[in-house]
C-alpha cells in the first residue's frame, strides 16, 4: 500500500499537473507527453530495481529487500513536494524529476518480490492464494489513498495541489517500517540457508534455466500493467483533455473503483485456490481483447455513470483479477533458491511497457483517435491470452485435493 500511494500517486500527478509545471513550453500534448515520458523513466528503472532486489532476496533475505526498498521510496516521494518547478529553475526542473523518479523506479522494483515472496512462504500451503491476494490488494489500497488525497488538495492554490500528497507521504514511511521491524524473516529462505543452496548469482541462474517461464511471466503481466495504464492512467488523461468530465469527477471515480478493488483483488485472489490459477486469466485476458472498444465507446458519451461504471469495471475486473492471480502463481513457477529473482524480473520488466503505455497511447490517440488506445488495450489482452495458454496449471486439482486431506489430518479446518 505504501509503496504503491508513492509510485501511483506520481501516475496521478503526471496526468493533472506536471505537463505545466515542469514542461511548460510548447502546446499541452507536448507537455502531456513529455510528462508521460518522465513517468515511463521510472517503470524503465523498475527491471533494475528487481534484479538488484532479487538478487539480494535470494542471498540475503527477503525482509532486509523489503525495509530497503521502503526507505528508499518514502525519501524519494517526499522530495518531489520539494522540488523547484521549470518558472523557477528551467531546465534543471525536469532533470531533477527524472532523476527522483529513477530512485523510485528502483525502489519499487525491489519492493515486490520480496513483499510478494514473505507472504507467500509464510502462508498455510492451501490458502497461499489468499494470503497473497492480501498483499496485492495494496495496490487499491495505495491507489485509494493516493486519489483521495489528491481530490482533496486539488482545492489547494497553486502548486500546492500537488505538492502535498507527496509530501504526505513520509508519514507512511514511518507507519510502514514499524510495521516491518516486526515480521520475521521467510521460513522458506532459512530453509534454504540451512540447506546449503543459497546461489552466489541467482539472477544469472534462473535466466540460464528457467527463462521460459521469465518470458512467461512477463507475457501473463503485460495485460494487468500495461493495461492498467491504459484503462486507467491514460484515460485521466483523455477524460480531461477531451473535457469528458472536470477533475474532481475523474478522481471520484478512481476512488470509486479503488475501493472496490481493495475486495476485488483478495476475493480473485481467494478463487484460485479453488480452481486454479490459470482458468482465471483465460477468461479474463479473452474478454479483454473486445473490452478496449468498449471502455472508449462508454467513456465517450460523456455521462458521468458511465464513466465510472467503464472505471470500475475496468480496474475490478481487468486489473484485480489479473494481479490477483499473480500473487501465487509467479511464485510457484520458480524453486526457492531462485524465486525472488525469476519473479521479481518478470513482474518487473513487463513493466518497462506499462510506463512508456500512456505515452505510446498519447501518440496513437493523435495519429488515429481513441481507437488507436483501444487497439492497444486489446493486443495488451491477446498477449496475456496466448501466455495463459502456454503456461502450466502450478495448482491442480491433484494439488488441492493432497492440500485439503494434509489440513484435514492436522485437524485445520478446510478453508477457501
Not at 339 to 349: C, H, K, N, P
Request: glycine residues 12%; hydrophobic residues 55%; contains cysteine.
Amino acid at each position: 500500500m505504501i509503496e504503491t500511494y508513492d509510485f501511483i500517486g506520481f501516475g496521478t500527478a503526471a496526468a493533472l499537473y506536471f505537463g505545466t509545471a515542469f514542461f511548460p513550453e510548447g502546446d499541452a500534448l507536448t507537455g502531456t507527453l513529455l510528462s508521460f515520458a518522465t513517468l515511463g523513466v521510472g517503470f524503465a528503472a523498475r527491471p533494475i530495481g528487481g534484479i538488484i532486489g532479487g538478487h539480494l532476496g535470494d542471498r540475503v533475505g527477503r525482509k532486509p529487500v523489503l525495509v530497503a526498498s521502503l526507505i528508499i521510496m518514502g525519501l524519494a516521494t517526499f522530495v518531489i513536494g520539494l522540488l523547484p518547478t521549470y518558472a523557477t529553475v528551467g531546465i534543471v526542473a525536469p532533470i531533477l524529476l527524472v532523476t527522483v523518479r529513477i530512485v523510485q523506479g528502483l525502489a519499487f522494483g525491489a519492493e515486490w518480490g520480496g513483499a510478494i515472496l514473505m507472504t507467500y512462504e509464510h502462508a498455510p500451503w492451501n490458502r497461499k492464494g489468499a494470503f497473497t491476494g492480501i498483499v496485492q490488494s495494496g495496490f487499491p489500497v495505495g491507489l485509494l489513498l493516493a486519489n483521495l488525497v489528491f481530490l482533496i488538495s486539488v482545492h489547494l492554490p497553486g502548486d500546492w495541489a500537488w505538492r502535498v500528497p507527496f509530501l504526505a507521504s513520509i508519514v507512511l514511511v514511518v507507519v510502514g517500517l514499524i510495521i516491518r521491524a516486526k515480521v520475521p524473516e521467510s521460513p522458506v529462505f532459512e530453509d534454504v540457508k540451512t540447506q546449503g543452496i543459497v546461489l552466489k548469482a541467482p539472477i544469472i541462474d534462473v535466466i540460464r534455466n528457467d527463462w521460459r517461464n521469465v518470458l512467461r511471466g512477463i507475457g501473463l503481466r503485460i495485460p494487468e500493467t500495461a493495461g492498467y495504464a491504459v484503462s486507467v492512467t491514460y484515460l485521466i488523461s483523455y477524460l480531461n483533455t477531451n473535457e469528458l468530465t472536470e477533475s474532481w469527477q475523474t478522481l471520484t471515480a478512481l476512488c470509486i473503483a479503488a475501493g472496490i478493488g481493495v475486495f476485488a483483488t483478495w476475493g480473485w485472489a481467494r478463487l484460485t485456490d479453488s480452481i486454479g490459477r490459470r482458468p482465471i486469466y483465460i477468461v479474463v485476458t479473452a474478454v479483454a481483447v473486445v473490452w478496449g472498444f468498449v471502455m472508449f465507446l462508454g467513456v465517450n458519451t460523456g455521462l458521468f455513470p458511465v464513466i465510472i461504471l467503464v472505471i470500475v469495471l475496468s480496474y475490478a475486473v481487468f486489473q484485480n483479477a489479473l494481479a490477483g492471480a499473480q500473487g501465487p502463481w509467479f511464485p510457484e513457477l520458480f524453486t526457492a533458491n531462485t524465486r525472488t529473482s525469476g519473479a521479481s524480473l518478470a513482474y518487473q520488466i513487463s513493466a518497462m511497457v506499462s510506463g512508456f503505455t500512456p505515452f505510446i497511447t498519447t501518440l496513437l490517440f493523435g495519429a488515429f483517435g481513441w481507437v488507436g488506445p483501444a487497439g492497444l488495450f486489446a493486443l495488451y489482452g491477446a498477449i496475456g491470452l496466448v501466455a495463459a495458454l502456454s503456461t502450466p496449471e502450478t495448482w491442480t486439482k491433484a494439488n488441492r485435493e493432497a492440500a485439503d486431506r494434509a489440513t484435514r489430518e492436522a485437524g485445520i479446518p478446510v478453508l477457501r
